[in-house]
């Protein structure tokens, strides 16, 4: 067991439909959380206040941080800045200095870092940043990785929370009206999954056999990913915590940066 963690247990929340059909049943009260991207568009408190491990992508870097920092100031939930992964860097930020590296971790086992890199340069095909969340807990020491809220991105609009967010919608829209599955084609040539079903289900299993000493579990039932890892069982005859209600006023749309920052160019001087 790792000794950054004080429990063996954490819960990593995808941003699928089953995410908000999690059965606290079958997880132990002393759980952490991990949560993800735009976890907090949902409409309910699916997975309580308190988010333990946060995780994004680079690309994302100063809009979602900023967003974090002041969910925190507004009290709509409990981020442990501390503990803030970046799954798509591979150098510290000088901006960010509390924000951690994922991948060098995770690539710490050679086969992992094999997988990654051979998909990313044969197919340009990447691991999605859920499953690499996965692969991030397991690395982190924990010996129960809870799951639920993974749909393999069947369509990368599927999300247990509706996306009415003019801020968000203007940067990444070309994303939004992406294709299902990212099957589309141009002409008579294909045009490659950034992130197909069969690669994420190959990592995962993958994963099983890397961390042989790790259990992975589902708490939800109706998750696609049940079938790959299978149902957790029940501890509890009821649930130890029930969703509860937002405020009016909740966030659910990425902030504007605001006018006085210095350059919106993430970049690190020359002298660090």
């Not at 992992?112 to 197919?123: K, L, N, S, V």
Request: contains cysteine; hydrophobic residues 35%.
């Amino acid at each position: 067991m790792s000794t950054n963690t004080a429990s063996s247990n954490i819960l990593v929340v995808g941003n699928g439909p089953s995410a908000a059909a999690i059965d606290f049943r079958r997880l132990p009260q002393d759980v952490r959380f991990m949560r993800m991207t735009n976890f907090f568009f949902e409409e309910k408190y699916y997975a309580g206040k308190r988010v333990d491990y946060y995780t994004d992508y680079i690309k994302r870097l100063d809009n979602q941080y900023f967003n974090i920092r002041n969910l925190n100031e507004r009290g709509e939930y409990d981020v442990n800045m501390q503990n803030i992964y970046i799954t798509v860097m591979f150098e510290q930020n000088y901006h960010f200095p509390t924000v951690k590296l994922a991948t060098p971790l995770i690539q710490q086992n050679p086969a992992i870092a094999e997988f990654r890199c051979f998909y990313e340069y044969y197919y340009g095909q990447y691991i999605p940043t859920g499953i690499a969340a996965i692969a991030l807990a397991a690395s982190l020491g924990f010996e129960q990785v809870y799951l639920t809220g993974f749909e393999f991105l069947s369509n990368p609009a599927d999300h247990y929370y509706r996306i009415n967010a003019p801020v968000y919608n203007s940067i990444f829209s070309e994303l939004l009206n992406t294709k299902k599955s990212y099957d589309s084609t141009s002409g008579n040539e294909a045009v490659p999954q950034k992130h197909p079903v069969e690669m994420s289900i190959k990592f995962l299993e993958l994963l099983k056999r890397e961390f042989l000493t790790t259990r992975f579990l589902s708490v939800t039932e109706s998750s696609s990913i049940t079938r790959h890892v299978g149902l957790a069982p029940l501890i509890y005859e009821y649930p130890w915590y029930v969703p509860e209600d937002k405020p009016a006023n909740y966030l659910r749309d990425w902030l504007p940066l605001p006018d006085s920052m210095p350059s919106r160019k993430v970049s690190k001087p020359a002298n660090i």
